[in-house]
T-cell receptor, first 112, second 113 residues
């Protein structure tokens, strides 16, 4: 099956710093989503971005599908950005049309 | 509107007992997914429903696991004869159609003693 690798595994920042999280995947995808899991365990969808670039406030994401990677940018980080960031992908065809395969996540800690 | 809800939020059971976990998706969402999150395995797909049918059950770990969806809405995940390795957080998600943004519920934390 498809492999999803996220880097870095851990990231520690001071409030106000910027960061870039990376997601590499091993096959063509037609579905890519970024999620934030807060300290209480709730998964929040940040972006649906199988290709191209999107921005939402201090967050933006870019997916280069032909090169099989996606980047999540966090600018001017805040303590509330702490948590785990997951990249998840879905592949073409068959009956796997809805299934997402998740990476292992990047644990982000933002200190005041 | 209301998000995805799951019940119970926590469940403690004894090894060998059966458990039922419930998911109420966002109204109007045709696609529903079950995932499992554990320390050792990360987030794993279990099963996908489109309407009431399940075209992808490939993630169910054994025949002790089953799921159904009725009325294109509520879904129940049943684990028979629970084992300690079934301990995990069981997450439900829904989307308007497959291959679209998935919205997750808060999860059910299952502990098998």
């Amino acid at each position: 099956g498809i492999q999803v690798e996220q880097s870095p595994p851990d990231l520690i920042l001071q409030e106000g710093a910027n960061s870039t999280l990376r997601c590499n995947f091993s096959d063509s995808v037609n579905n890519l989503q970024w999620f934030h899991q807060n300290p209480w365990g709730q998964l929040i969808n940040l972006f649906y971005i199988p290709s191209g670039t999107k921005q939402n406030g201090r967050l933006s994401a870019t997916t280069v599908a032909t090169e099989r990677y996606s980047l999540l940018y966090i600018s001017s980080s805040q303590t509330t950005d702490s948590g785990v960031y997951f990249c998840a992908v879905g592949v073409h065809g068959g009956t796997s049309y809805g299934k997402l395969t998740f990476g292992q996540g990047t644990i982000l800690t933002v200190h005041p | 509107g209301a998000g995805v809800s799951q019940s119970p939020s926590n469940k403690v059971t004894e090894k060998g007992k059966d458990v039922e976990l419930r998911c109420d998706p966002i109204s109007g969402h045709t696609a529903l997914y079950w995932y499992r999150q554990s320390l050792g395995q990360g987030l794993e797909f279990l099963i996908y429903f489109q309407g009431n049918s399940a075209p992808d059950k490939s993630g169910l770990p054994s025949d002790r696991f089953s799921a159904e969806r009725t009325g294109g809405s509520v879904s129940t995940l049943t684990i028979q004869r629970t084992q300690q390795e079934d301990s995990a957080v069981y997450l439900c998600a829904s989307s308007f159609h497959s291959q679209e943004t998935q919205y997750f519920g808060p999860g059910t934390r299952l502990l098998v003693l």
